[in-house]
């Protein structure tokens, strides 16, 4: 699933739920940039050595590392989301590799090519269930994720009202 919104479904709701230990900026953009790799192969297998766990695990930090840089640009993008930013070098690290090995997982029930544990051969999620149904699934993972949303960014609007109206 190269550069579709059905990764932002599951990845939405997995960082919103798990924001105190991942970086959602970084965990979500982990699972878009991995497929940069489809972009590059103009034959088959398109997904090849990012799309492991292995060589996903060593791109997930190296996004890590080059986020490090942007995390006062996520800080702002997060405010303008309404939701709280706190990071660490070590969270953008660990939300770099598990983003990437998320998208991993679900394009493992979706491509037939995706070889998790390279170099062995074995693809044991593929045509466990139809790629319609993993559509499905990220399409709904939608649903909850916004309503995670809301009450966070609620949660945040009636807290900073207790404050002002203890300041004032």
Known sequence: MPFTPYHFGPSGFIGLVFRKWLDIPVFMLANV???IEV???DKWPRHRYVHTLLIGAAAGILWGVAAY????LFKK???FFRLPYHTTFLKMLISGVLG???HLLIDAFYHWDVRLFWPSR???????ISKQQVEAICLA???PAFIVYAIIVLSSIQ???SKSLRGA
């Open 159 to 161: 807290k900073n009202k």
């Open 100 to 102: 990437i090995w998320f």
């Open 69 to 72: 840089p942007l995390r006062r």
């Open 33 to 35: 940039i991995v497929d």
């Open 122 to 128: 074995i693809i044991p999620l593929y045509g466990l």
């Open 39 to 41: 972009l590059y192969w």
């Open 141 to 143: 993972c939608f649903i």
């Open 77 to 79: 993008i997060m405010q």
